[in-house]
Nanobody
Framework: QVQLVESGGGLVQPGGSLRLSCAAS????????MGWYRQAPGKQRELVAT???????NYADSVKGRFTISRDNAKSTVYLQMNSLKPEDTAVYFC?????????WGQGTQVTVSS
């Protein structure tokens, strides 16, 4: 397993931007997939975006064209750049690492989009 710590959440107005960071406790070079998930109050946790160690990216339809996931293996960090934020993006955002059948999760960071 790997410990993950998210940062970068906060309160932003609709149309604004935020960049989330996820710092891992060890090298992520060999971790197959890193990703971001979110959970809004009263809803199930849902996939936002994933990126494999080969650079393949996958996005939820609701964030395509607005969010960009990236990973910096040298810094053991994954990022989520969020632009054109909407109130419906409000949720706790969780970082995930998946490798060899094992999921690791961070504690989450709150993102609130409101005027």
């Amino acid at each position: 397993q790997v410990q993950l710590v998210e940062s970068g959440g906060g309160l932003v107005q609709p149309g604004g931007s935020l960049r989330l960071s996820c710092a891992a406790s060890r090298s992520i070079f060999n971790i197959y997939a890193m990703g971001w998930y979110r959970q809004a109050p009263g809803k199930q946790r849902e996939l936002v975006a994933t990126i494999t160690n080969g650079g393949g990216r996958n996005y939820a339809d609701s964030v395509k064209g607005r969010f960009t996931i990236s990973r910096d293996n040298a810094k053991s960090t994954v990022y989520l750049q969020m632009n054109s934020l909407k109130p419906e993006d409000t949720a706790v955002y969780f970082c995930n690492a998946y490798s060899f059948g094992i999921d690791s999760w961070g504690q989450g960071t709150q993102v609130t989009v409101s005027s």
